[in-house]
């Protein structure tokens, strides 16, 4: 399968000159690391633990063995798995084979997957047998007959039969045997293939495929190590979804690149745990939203434990109150907490430099990084001085090559070189970024965007529903909570919450995108020309809340 992506010629040659893309993709690292350190641990996660050297062979085998499924170079594989070691066999053995990685969030359902699995256009969908109760080869069966090119479900924990494979049974066969070293060899990508399809949540009704290459991917972990200290001998926490960007760059990849550091993961969000995990790994390094950080600072049995191995708390989705980090100081004396902002699109491209004062930690949204250029325009895309307030635009090697299918949308989203990136933002005279709205209709839920209009046009589907708005209101955990503002039918009941999330459950949209609130009105606040005036409700609902 070929992507049709936006990178130009022009792009591959300056930023190779430029020394930010090498030419190196994630398995080269892997094969490193490997062979000098093999019994070094990779990763440990709630089932088990796994070697550099048992990852290698591992995957080895899994990418033998998709190539005996007829999976090759372009074409997609989809799983949808927690933060477990069978994602980190599933990542390198499609990318040794120049096939196209695509996470799924563990907790999208239905509507959600249905839709990217059939915009990928998967050949092979991965999914666990169960987790935290939900039944994902049920899902599947339900939506098979919507994508006509998939061929294969793996279902890892689960037997084979009835149209699926059980990762037990698929991984122990020795495919290796029919598809040797030198094959899988040749096969090594391109680093200027796309090797990740991610989704993110979209503005426009529908999820967007976000389209990264090996280069652009190895060029965003990079600088980190220089920054923040990580190298191979730290040990690297992750709990956010290796589906999203942050997991997938900084857990299930940045371990390998700093030259083997041992990674720890949980697959659930827990802040007790994370507080035992680190007394008993000695972890250094963690990247998380906000709100994780609220929640270890909460975590009733931190006091009982020694927490002075960590000493990076990156924080990412949400600004971090300055009680809160005053409270880290006090609690975590050796812990240095740094902000930053990005997206799927392009990564993380700021980031707080340790050392920063309390000032920029709190009121901005951390620095460039070396190769990522950001600027502020006005209406017109007229460059602003510092400290005006405009469109946030960005550009650089971390950058996207495109969403999938979507290439139009993509040209329209680029002026020139710069990616607008829909945030409102000003630059300080130290060219500190602070974001200060949003330009497009999105809420932030615990550094979750939730897809606003996809909800909304969801819930219009509804028999009793004339109208609707989803708005966002200030929660102080995980920043904002979403509340269903709805106009019924004449004659209808009436709507509970229960009832609306009901409804929502029956359509197969994922929980965490179920508003929190409904409110029940007679007439939405509209313009003269019929758009609703969401900053109306916003400010009538936060006075209520009062």
């Not at 709630?46 to 033998?64: D, F, H, N, P, V």
């Not at 990079?222 to 960007?245: N, Q």
Request: glycine residues 10%.
């Amino acid at each position: 399968m070929s992507f049709e992506t936006t990178l130009t010629a022009e792009q591959i040659e300056r930023f190779t000159a430029e020394g930010h893309w090498t030419g190196k993709v994630i398995t080269d690292f892997l094969d490193e690391v490997a062979a000098a350190h093999p019994d070094r641990t990779a990763a440990v996660d709630a089932r088990g633990r796994i070697t550099y050297g048992e990852l290698k062979a591992r995957s080895g085998r899994a990418a033998a063995g998709f190539l005996e499924l007829g999976v090759g170079p372009g074409d997609v594989v989809s799983f949808q798995l927690p933060n477990w070691i069978e994602f980190l066999v599933v990542h390198f053995a499609v990318t040794r084979i120049g096939a196209v990685n695509n996470p799924l969030i563990p907790i999208y359902r239905d509507r959600e997957v249905g839709f990217m699995v059939g915009m990928a256009e998967s050949k092979v969908l991965i999914v666990p047998q169960s987790f935290r109760g939900f039944d994902h080869p049920g899902m599947a069966a339900r939506l098979r007959d919507r994508w006509p090119a998939l061929e294969h479900l793996l279902v890892v924990d689960g037997p084979s039969g009835d149209g699926r494979t059980g990762w037990d049974d698929f991984m122990a066969t020795v495919w290796e045997d029919r598809h040797g070293p030198a094959e899988l060899a040749a096969l090594r990508p391109d680093p200027d293939d796309v090797t990740l399809l991610i989704f993110t949540s979209g503005t426009t009704g529908e999820p967007k495929g976000v389209m990264h290459t090996h280069n652009t991917l190895v060029a965003a972990n990079a600088p980190l190590p220089a920054r923040l200290g990580v190298g191979a001998d730290s040990v690297i926490h992750m709990a956010s979804t290796f589906a999203h960007l942050t997991g997938f760059l900084y857990g299930a990849r940045l371990p390998v690149q700093v030259g083997g550091a041992t990674a720890v993961y949980q697959d659930v969000w827990r802040p007790e745990e994370f507080v035992e995990l680190v007394e008993t790994h000695g972890i250094a390094y963690t990247s998380a939203a906000t709100p994780f950080l609220h929640d270890t600072l909460a975590a009733p049995n931190l006091a009982g434990h020694d927490m002075s191995s960590l000493v990076r708390f990156c924080c990412m989705g949400a600004p971090i109150p300055r009680s809160i980090v005053r409270e880290a100081r006090t609690k975590l004396p050796d812990l240095v907490v740094l902000g930053g902002w990005g997206q799927s699109e392009d990564a993380l491209v700021t980031l707080g430099i340790p050392g920063d004062p309390e000032e920029k930690i709190v009121e901005r949204d951390g620095y460039p990084w070396p190769g990522m250029r950001i600027r502020v325009v006005d209406v017109d895309g007229v460059p602003l001085p510092a400290g005006a307030e405009g469109r946030l635009q960005v550009t650089g090697p971390f950058l996207f090559v495109g969403y999938r299918k979507r290439l139009d949308m993509t040209r329209d989203a680029y002026d020139g070189e710069w990616f607008d990136t829909g945030d409102v933002a000003e630059i300080d005279g130290e060219g500190y970024l602070n974001i200060t709205g949003r330009t497009r209709d999105v809420i932030i839920r615990g550094g979750e965007n939730l897809p606003v209009a996809y909800i909304e046009d969801t819930l219009y589907e509804h028999p009793d529903v004339v109208a609707v708005a989803l708005v966002g209101l200030p929660d102080p955990r995980l920043q904002e909570r979403a509340c269903a503002v709805v106009v019924l039918a004449p004659g209808a009941p009436g709507m509970s919450m229960s009832d609306l999330q009901t409804f929502l459950g029956e359509k197969g949209v994922a929980k965490q995108y179920w508003p929190e609130r409904v409110e029940i009105v007679g007439e939405l606040p509209r313009t003269p020309s019929g758009k609703i005036q969401k900053f109306v409700l916003r400010e009538q609902l936060s006075e209520e809340q009062v």
